[in-house]
Each structure stands twice: as C-alpha cells, then as structure tokens.
C-alpha cells in the first residue's frame, strides 16, 4: 500500500497515540511545575530567597550530606555489586533479591525500621550513651541502608557483562589483583560507577521522608524546607523558590553525570551475562563474605528489629499491635490504621493501572514512531523521576486547583501523581522487549493474511503482555510507598499507609509507637510481595535485572 | 591409563613440568592427571575436540585456576601456588581479550608497564614486537578500528612484549576465516621459532597444528591420550581415536581388518592411502580384491574417491585422494599390508 491510498485514520493514528503521553505529562507535571516557576518568577520572591545567607547554608547542608552518603554507598555496595554479579554463591538469586529489597523499600518504612533499631540498641540518646537517632550520622546511615540497592542493580548489573578474560589477561601480563581493578575494571566500570553515584546522590540529594522520620527537626535539607514552608508555614512564595533552586540543581546535576557516563563509555560489553565464577578457596569464601556482609547487614537488621518490635507488647511478645491497627483510636488520623491500608492498595492499583495505559501508549510511541520524536517522549517521561516528589505535589496542588481541573479534593489526584513515577518504571521495561521483536515476525504475519493492526497485536502483544505486567507491579510498589507527593495530595480523612506511619512516628507513647511498627511490617510486607511477582515475571536475562 | 609420550624437556629440570594435575567442577573432571613437560624452545600444539579441558589445562598452568591436585614447575621450581602474576608465562586468549579502553600501544605495552619498565624503553619494545607480528606504527590505533586478523596479530604482540618464558595460545585463530588462519599459522610458526621461547599452542584443527607445531599432544575428555612429534603422531597414531581425529580416513575395527586380510582380528587397524592400489576391474582375482568406485568429490588438485571393496558381509568403504580418478563403476584394489598401521587393541 503506498502512503497516499492509507486511509485517513492510519494517517492520524500516530499522533492519536501519542497524544495520551504528551498530553498526560503536559498536564499532570509540565503544568504544575511550570506553576511553581512562575509563582516564584512573578513573586519576585526568588532571587530574594536566594540571597538569604540561610538559604546558602540550606544547600549547603543538602549537598554535603548527599555527598557524603554517595561516597559511603559506593564504598559498601561496589564489593557487594562484586560478589553479586561476579561469585556463584549458593542461594544467589535470594542473596540478590535481599539486597535489593531496600530499593523498592517506601522510605518511611526505613525510617521507621532505623528508629526502630536505634531504640532497641539505646543509641536514641534515652540511655545516655551514643546518640544517632536525630543527627546527621542517622541521615547518611538510612541513605545507605536505602541505596546500596542502587549500587548492587546498576553496577552488579554492568559488571556481569564485563568480560572477565580482559581482567585476566592483565593478570598473566604480570599485573596484580589491585592493578588489574584499578587498571582494568575500574576504566570499563566507569559508566555504570558513575550513573550509579549519579543517582545516588539525586536521591540523596532530594530525600524526604527519611530526612523527617531519623534527621529530627535540626536538620533540614532543601526538600524538606519545600514541605515545611508549604504545609506549616504557608509561605508558598518562599517555597516556590527552593522549589526552582532545587530544579536547577538536578538539571545541571543530571546533564553532568550525563556527559561522564557518555565520556567514560567503551562501548564493549559481552552479550550475554558472563557466569560467575565458582568459589574453591576459603581466602575466596572470606573475600565473599566481607564483600557481601557490611551490604545484608544493613538491610536485615533494620528490618528484622522492626518485626521484632511490632510484636513487643509490654515485656512479652504478641499480636497487640496489629489488632490495634483496626481500631480508630486517638492516634491523630482520625481514622484506623488499616483503612490506610486499604486506601493504599486502592491508589496503587489505579496508580499501577494509569501507568501501564499511557506508559504502554508511550513504549509503542518510543519504538515506533521514529528517532527525533521517540527519543524525545523517552526523555521527557524520565525527568518525574529525576523531579523531587514533594516539588511535584506542591505543584499539583498549587495548579489543580481551579475548574475544569479542581483535583485537590479529589481522591484521583493521589493515583495520578503517583503514576507520574511509575509510568518511566513501565516504559522502562516494555520498549527492550519492544525493540527486541524480530520485525520479520511482522511480516510473517502480514504474508500470512494479517492485517498491520492485527499483526502488531499478534506479535508485539504477546511479548509485550509479560513486561507491562513487570511494569505494573513496579508501579505498584512504588506508589505503596510514595510520600512526598501524597503527603501534600492526600485528604486528611483518607491518609496512605506511608502519611499514617508518619503520623504515627510522630505521635507519643508506646502504644502508637508498637502500631507504627506493625503497620511498617505490614507496608514491608506488601512490597515485598509485589518485588517476588516482579522477580518472578521479569525475563531471565535482562540487562537492567 | 595410557603413559603418554614424553617430551625432550621432561626430567631435566629445564622449562615447564606439569606433574599429575587435575580440576575437577562438580561431578566432571576437567582436567585429570595430566602430566607434560615442554622444553625451552619447544613448540608444543595441543590438540583435541570442543570441551575436552585443553583451555583449562592452559589456564590451571598460567594459575588462573588453582587445582586440585598436581604441580606446576619451571626449571624445577614449584610454582603451583604462583598467582598468575607471578609467573612469567603469557597466555593469549581465544577471542584475544584485548583491553577496549586501551589503544593497540597501550594494550602492548601493558605487561611491561607493570614490569615498571621506563617509557622509552617501553615504547622501543611495543614498536619491536608490533614490526614483529607485521603492525608497524599501530600504536594509535583503537580497538574497535582493528580487523579480525589485526586484533589478533595485537593480542599476540601484547603476550610477546614482556618476553614470556612460556607462551600459551589458546585457538589463536579460532575466530578466523580460512585463508587469513592459513596466512597466520605459517607467520605464527615464524615468529616462534624465531624467538627461542617455549610455546603451548591449543587448537581442535589438526591442520593449524601441523602448521605451527613440532610436536603434538592429543587430549581426550581431561587426558592426554597422545604425545609425540608431529610426524610419528600421525604415522603411529595407535589409538583409534587419535588416528580419526587427525583425519585419517581409513580406520577399520578388528573384525573387518581380518576380512579385507589386513589384520589379523587381534586388534583396529589405519589403511593409510599409500596402502591403497587401483588395479582397474580387469585384474579383480588376480591378487586384487573386487571394489566399486561409489563417489567421486573434486577437491582442486586431487579427488577423493570412495571405494566399496568386498568384505566379510558386504562392502568396506574406502577413501583415496587421487589425482585422475577413475569413473563410478566397478573396479578391483590391492591392499600392501605394510602401509597398514595396528592401533592399540582399546582405546
């Protein structure tokens, strides 16, 4: 058929599609951030917040904390990257799905495990001995804890296909064990160590939730002023400044991890992920296990004492404070604990199901629909992502606010922002498998007697199927635990899981402290189940794993 | 198990003595009590089919793996529990392993970088061993720009820069199309022999060993089965395995050896080509054994021409490389007993 006799609708079909995406992110993210600036330009309040010498030492503060947990998390995470990707470990696929858990870990449920933890072994300064609960040691240990995952997934994942024969040819060569990381790993890891740290320190660079729950109110990071001025202080002048000087950081931050990534790639990865090498020797077995043991530690202890606590009840142990999770009592959420759990599943599930429509609209568009404008929606759908949650939901609820789109007392604003972070998760997964279609299946199909529309469906819907469920349940995960966003967006009457629990940590007395560690439990838990479906599902050799 | 052969170089102490070793990886053993010494100067091709332990022989010698039982030694030094950096020997790797990040100079001169040898020296050598494997001024050069045969002349220009006292080869031109691997073999053998040093060459194309070695080591499923110089391996191959895997053709069992009267039952037998006669069918009888020419393959210079001679029960396929082969049909052969080799009664 040539392009002149396609009939009118096949002309139009592309941008038909295409407009989901583009209008969906136009609406829900440019919009509301472009609010945000504008507030703060016509205001006029920015450069007055910036000249504030508070102001300095508030980014200041941010920076050097996000630095310095960048560097701790490297330090721990590349041996244990090591032992993952390089080391056939008995029980490795658990081994690997521990250390991972953490990155689909909601914040709150870190933090809440770390005061747990802290409380337990007396360093929250009520036995008079070492104090880290409120200090800045407790703000980098929970960003450890939360981004080894990082650096396990995004360097174990690189190393795996790093030939290991270059390595060992240095070592034939007559160079040393050290010589051969310095001189041979280390130049061909140098994309992924600094995506890695890349992300880490955006990450630390815009926490939240972690920050509020261990930091304590004497420390404060840029994103947490955002927060503070909007919801306590209603000085939205002043947080629409931050907002944009937040903004600015990440952008120049994330064109420049960019440019080295680009800088330092060679471009020369194994196809296929190399096996790991056995372990023979008890001198190997040590190395493994200092390698991998600092990374589990921080992740099992927490978690394991925020059971532990949830179901300490006076002296004993028992189910107290899960059957108190049922009972609206004076908690100061004016609801029960396990409605919250209950509206989570509900907002996650439409969250995961917004995500999977216009992320899986958007993969066909990515794929599809040609270099320049394919690249272009891929790129504009990450930058939520790299956007702190907290700019994102004072920004919904600055700019939703009048018909035809008063969403702020609506319940959909909450699935909505939330799908905003799962949508690149969804996209993500689905345009490898995309791209992976031979396109000779197609036309396979097509000699067959298939019309295009139905020889895409036949052969790109069955592949894609499997991936947009990895999609979801990513989504789904990460919408259980979202808080910075939510905590602006949610009604007070209808609080998530991740608002309760902070509510909850807030509050004093015993009795609210064991439900917050039960209703924790009970937020680990459901992650935990949607990260073994994502395990289950996603293919066996995916590069991103 | 077999004895094999030995080498010139074994139990004087000189050059490489690799005494009972074994790897075992779970339930298969990979490497089983190999024991070979190779010379100063020796250029030793290891022989054998896809996953019979030859590159692992190589790397438990260069201590990339440690083994489980066994020794490794050079001139009477124990070097088994040397790391591989430790140990003077230089291993060039199927697929060449050669660093991407690095140009060709930088990847040629990396042994001696850690060697800590001065740059200008370093840089007189790397230009010496590049002019040696035919890369003159390629030191600028990325990885990425290099042909097949280019990577692999630099990665064996990298094992040569630090002057190994040992040089393994593992299938060095495996990846290779046919012409260029023969080109490479004949300048492979010159560079060796050139520099005097010892050298372990592993391949599964008897031809390539042939080409470049002097001696051959046949391994099978983790042992050497065979070890000698190159032209008695294939005149005295004495295993049947042997003889089929260096290609000879002709290589009947027990039974119908006696029946063409080229054995005497007792044991497998090669019928080396020279051992084949055509007499034409005239002469069938008259000392010749009836046969019929059933296929005839133009192979360039000669063909080969596969004869159906009467047995026992039925015909003995044999096959003759000939210059002017006769037509399809009937024909009668004459088989010298002398040509015909007796192989080992088992293998």
Known sequence: MTARGRPAWRRLAWPAVASVPVLFLALFFAFPVGTIIGRGITDGSVLDVLRRRSTGQLLWFTVWQAAASTVLTMAVGLPAAWAVARVDLPGRRLLRALVLVPFVLPTLVVGAALRATFERFGLDGSGGGLRLQDTVWAILLAHLVFNVAVVVRVVGGYWAFLDPRAGEAARVLGASRWRVARSVVAPRLAPALWSAAGIVFLFCFTSFGVILTVGGPGRPTVETEIWRYATQRTDFATAAALAILQLATVVVLVLAVNLLERRTSTGAAARRPVPPARVRSWRRRLEVVAALGPALALVVVPLVVLVERSLAVGDGHGLANYRALGRTTDNGLFVAPLTAVANSLLYAAAAAAVAVVVGGLASVVVVHAGRRPGRALDLALMVPLGTSAVTLGFGMLLALDEPPLDLRSSRAIVPIAQALVGIPFVVRSTVPALRAVDPRQREAASVLGASPVRARLAVDGAVVGRTLLVGAAFAFAISLGEFGATSFLARPDAPTVPVALFRLLGQPGAELRGQAMALGTVLAALTAVSVLVIERLRPRDALGW | ?347
């Open chain 2, 1 to 347: 198990m077999v004895s094999a052969g030995t080498g010139t170089g074994a139990g004087t102490g000189e050059g490489l003595a690799a005494d009972g070793l074994s790897l075992r990886f779970g339930a298969t053993a990979a490497v089983d009590d190999v024991t070979l010494a190779v010379a100063p100067g020796e250029v030793v091709a290891l022989v054998g089919p896809s996953g019979c332990g030859k590159s692992t022989l190589l790397r438990l010698l260069a201590g990339l793996e440690a083994p489980d039982a066994g020794r490794v030694a050079w001139g009477g030094r124990d070097l088994t529990r040397r790391p591989p950096d430790g140990r003077g020997f230089g291993l060039m790797f199927q697929d060449h392993a050669l660093f991407p990040h690095r140009t060709v100079g930088e990847n040629v001169g990396f042994g001696l970088q850690v060697q800590r040898v001065a740059p200008p020296a370093r840089r007189q050598r790397v230009a010496e061993v590049l002019e040696l494997v035919g890369l003159a001024g390629f030191e600028g050069r990325t990885i990425d720009t290099l042909s097949g045969g280019e990577a692999q002349r630099v990665a064996l220009a990298r094992s040569l820069a630090p002057s190994p006292r040992l040089l393994m080869l593992d299938e060095p031109l495996g990846s290779l199309d046919r012409t260029l691997r023969e080109r490479l073999a004949h300048d492979l053998r010159a560079v060796l022999t050139g520099l005097g040093t010892a050298a372990i060459l592993v391949t599964h194309d008897q031809e390539e060993a042939y080409a470049v070695a002097d001696r051959i080591v046949v391994m099978r499923a983790g042992r050497l089965v065979r070890d000698g110089p190159a032209a008695d391996v294939w005149r005295h191959p004495r295993l049947e395995f042997v003889a089929r895997f260096l290609g000879h053709d002709n290589v009947l069992d027990a039974p119908t050896a006696a029946a063409l009267g080229v054995g005497d039952g007792s044991c497998p037998v090669v019928v080396r080509e020279a051992a084949i006669g055509l007499v034409g069918a005239d002469d069938a009888g008259a000392g010749g054994r009836a046969a019929r020419v059933v296929d005839v393959r133009f192979r360039g210079a000669t063909s080969r021409v596969t004869l159906e001679v009467a047995g026992a029960d039925g015909g003995v396929l044999l096959a003759v490389h000939l210059a002017e082969p006769p037509p399809l049909g009937p024909t009668a052969v004459v088989l010298d007993p002398s040509q015909v080799e007796p192989l080992d009664r088992s293998t």
